[in-house]
């Protein structure tokens, strides 16, 4: 379709994109807290394990001795174990002992091997008022690496983080906060081998109450974000939206009402093709769409929504405004107008191309009455020019026609659709595109600027802005018809 600004969607895959690295270490460690000659030491739970290098006799190599005090409290960054306060302090050199405490630590350490080669160890340290403090790193048989620490007090506050990157690339990193009421927080982000990129965030209340969002986007550009919030009563609210790599969904994306105004002011400032519909233009284009008895000016005429309302008997009918991306919003991968669930992405394209062939399929008799809905320039939102113009009428069986005419070829086509009296939404095709389908509503196209979308098929939908245009001088426009089509 000329003027539309086609351009090929891409693949519909949705992102496959795996996260998380496949190790396979099946790695585990056992506290064990013996004592032995009035001090604490962790026994290892693996084999081959020797104490080596205590006392300046044994084996060269302190890989698996015990640590000392000093090597601890460099490793967890522990100043002292009042409450473990100092953690993430910097490196200590000594640690300060108070005289009642000494060096009573817990000391529980251990490595292990998996039955498929993954490896991993640990440490985790108690104080003796009850604070723990731990660490862990793993590797997997196939490359896949993670780590992770964490600190927990003896009232039940906790905290903690973990990255962990896979054999192929991926990566990802969480990390969280408990507290010793029940109020939790975490966030974490991971990116996939292939560019796939996701992150969430969250937080619960000690009272129930739970907040959260999240997006995601995929190594193909489609992007999907959600968030919500839930009171401990049980109220909740939340919103989401998908984008596609070109545009699927976008055109739901909301476009305020002075962006709108600011692109339909350039356009009508740059517009220059008054002449179209007029004397003559008719003999030019033999197969353009015409009705008969309009009078010169007629094709131009703007359409309110009093004579729309009359014209179909609609009384005291509420009109319905096709706001997309404030009333007419995609969420998941369903579409909801006024809140109302009006089905998949796919079913609301369908329905459009459904409304749009039962028109084309109609044939008016050759007397039939049109209502005039006026011209309209057709440009993509936020730009400063159109080289597409729209001429729409109606008649009372809902039949839209009309001409598409793309001043940049300087061709034109036959517009063929209808409008639904019921829900006022209006949709329509190109020439012989019945691909491709524009939708609007009825009350749209009685404002000086109108949202639209585009449905390029099934696979993308972009929103357009028709900009209703007034000839100052309608003398030199006419209708050379004698009967409509």
């Avoid at 739970?45 to 104490?51: I, L, V």
């Avoid at 394209?349 to 044939?363: P, V």
Wanted: hydrophobic share 30%.
């Amino acid at each position: 379709m000329n003027g539309f600004g086609q351009s090929d969607f891409g693949a519909s895959s949705r992102g496959n994109s795996g996260f998380g690295a496949s190790g396979g270490s099946d790695a585990g460690m056992r506290r064990s807290g013996s004592r032995t000659d009035g001090g604490r030491r962790g026994d290892f739970d693996a084999t081959g394990m020797q104490a080596g290098n205590r006392g300046g006799a044994g084996r060269s190599g302190d890989r698996f001795s015990t640590p000392s005090q000093n090597q601890l409290n460099s490793f967890l960054g522990l100043p002292s174990d009042s409450g473990l306060q100092g953690l993430g302090a910097g490196n200590r050199t000594a640690a300060t002992r108070s005289p009642e405490r000494g060096s009573n630590l817990d000391i529980n350490y251990g490595t292990k091997q998996g039955d498929r080669g993954g490896q991993a160890a640990g440490i985790a340290v108690t104080g003796p008022q009850g604070n723990t403090a731990g660490r862990a790193v793993g590797v997997g048989a196939e490359g896949g690496a993670a780590t992770a620490s964490g600190v927990r007090g003896a009232e039940g506050n906790a905290a903690g983080r973990a990255t962990a990157v896979g054999p192929e690339g991926g990566v990802a990193s969480v990390g969280g906060i408990r507290g010793s009421e029940g109020g939790a927080a975490a966030r974490g982000a991971a990116v996939g081998p292939d560019g796939g990129v996701a992150a969430a965030r969250g937080a619960r209340g000690s009272e129930g109450g739970v907040a959260a969002r999240g997006a995601a986007v995929g190594p193909d550009g489609r992007a999907v974000a959600a968030g919500g919030v839930r009171g401990p009563g049980g109220y909740g609210a939340g919103r989401a939206v998908a984008v596609g790599p070109q545009g699927v969904a976008a055109g739901f994306t909301r476009v305020s009402p002075s962006a709108r105004y600011t692109t339909a002011v350039s356009v009508r400032n740059g517009y220059s093709h008054w002449d179209l519909y007029g004397r003559g233009w008719y003999n030019r284009y033999p197969g353009a769409w015409y009705a008969a008895g309009w009078v010169a000016g007629s094709a131009w005429t703007a359409c309110s929504w009093n004579s729309a309302a009359a014209y179909f008997g609609y009384g005291n009918v509420t009109p319905i405004y096709y706001d997309y991306g404030q009333t007419v919003v995609y969420q998941g991968d369903n579409v909801y107008i006024n809140g109302q669930d009006v089905g998949t992405s796919d079913q609301y394209y369908d329905q459009a191309t459904e409304l749009a062939e039962a028109g084309a399929e109609s044939k008016p008799d050759s007397d039939t009455q049109w209502l005039p809905l006026g011209v309209f320039a057709l440009t993509q939102s936020g730009k400063q020019q159109s080289n597409v113009t729209l001429q729409l009428a109606v008649n009372k069986e809902g039949v839209i026609r009309g001409n598409y005419t793309d001043t940049a070829t300087d061709k034109n086509q036959v517009i063929q659709g209808s409008v639904d009296k019921k829900t006022q939404r209006v949709a329509f095709t190109v020439g012989d595109n019945t691909n491709d389908v524009v939708e609007t509503g009825l009350y749209n196209l009685t404002k000086d600027e109108a949202p639209c979308l585009i449905h390029f098929g099934n696979e993308k939908t972009e929103q357009w802005l028709l900009v209703r245009l007034e000839q100052n001088d309608p003398s030199g426009s006419g209708s050379d018809a004698g009967s409509s089509q």
